[in-house]
Structure formats: C-alpha cells, structure tokens
C-alpha cells in the first residue's frame, strides 16, 4: 500500500490546499493530511478548529486520514511507514522555504522522499495569511475558502479584531 502524507498548518484550510489534496489522494493509495504546527507562524485556529475544518473541505475524498502532530514531520511519516511527502510550492519563497525543509529532512531519514506539487493557476497565489487580512477588512473570501467553512473562519479571525 502507497502512502504520502501532506503536512500544513491550515490556518485555515483554503482552496489551494483542498486542490494539492484532491491531486495527491489521486496518486497514492492513502494520504495523510497532517495538521502541523510551524514555530513561525501564529495561529488564529486550535488544532481540533483546524482538524475540523479539513474534515469539512475534504469529506468527498475516501482515502485520506486526518491528524495531528506536534514533531518534526518527517519523524510523523517515520512512525507511520510513510515514505513520501508532499508539498505544495506556489512560489520563490515558498521554493527556498521548502528546498530548505527537505535537506534537514534528508539527513533525518534519507528514505522519505519529497514530492512537489504546484497548484492550479486559480490558485496559485492563494495563501492563509492572505485570507485573514481579507476577511479583517471586510473583503469577499469566497473565492478562496471552501463554503462549507467560510462563516466559521470568519467569525474565528474577527474575534481576534
């Protein structure tokens, strides 16, 4: 059985990265979306919020499991018997973040390979922090946010306002 797992702190989860799942279920026989926290980022969403969201944007894709972890995820996909990641790379900076992460994960366990996918063209500037300042100042984010989570993100980031 192939597995892959995508990491990501999903907060929140947007179009783009429904669209990286949808293409990565489609190449391996189960995917692993993995809530993951990065030391960079403040987060708006708990964990459960996150996990919740993704649930709702992906429950018409069979093959996924969703989950959690506070390691390194390279170390989640070792303890699972992954053996490829998936990311998603939208653009330089994304690319440098990235290049970056898989050379630590290479001298961690050189047999978990890394995978990139782009996303579509309709997607590819899309990002999380993005649609928090949208919805802050009042903007339309229904081009970007799966509809069956935009009330709920929205009412999560105008509680911090």
Known sequence: MRKAMY???FDPITKGHVDVIERAANLVDTLYVVVADNMHKSRSFSVDQRI??????????????ITSTSDLVVRFAQEH???LLVRGLRNIQDYENEYALYQYNRN??????????????????????????????????????PEIIIEDVKKGILSHK
């Open 7 to 9: 990491p990501g702190t």
């Open 108 to 145: 961690i366990n050189p047999n978990i390979e890394t995978v990139i996918l782009f996303p579509s063209s309709r997607n590819h500037f899309v990002s999380s922090s993005a649609i928090k300042e949208l919805i802050f100042h009042g903007a339309e984010i229904d081009l970007y946010i």
């Open 81 to 83: 018997d992954i053996q």
């Open 52 to 65: 919740d969201f993704v649930q709702k944007a992906t429950k018409h894709i069979p093959n996924i499991v």
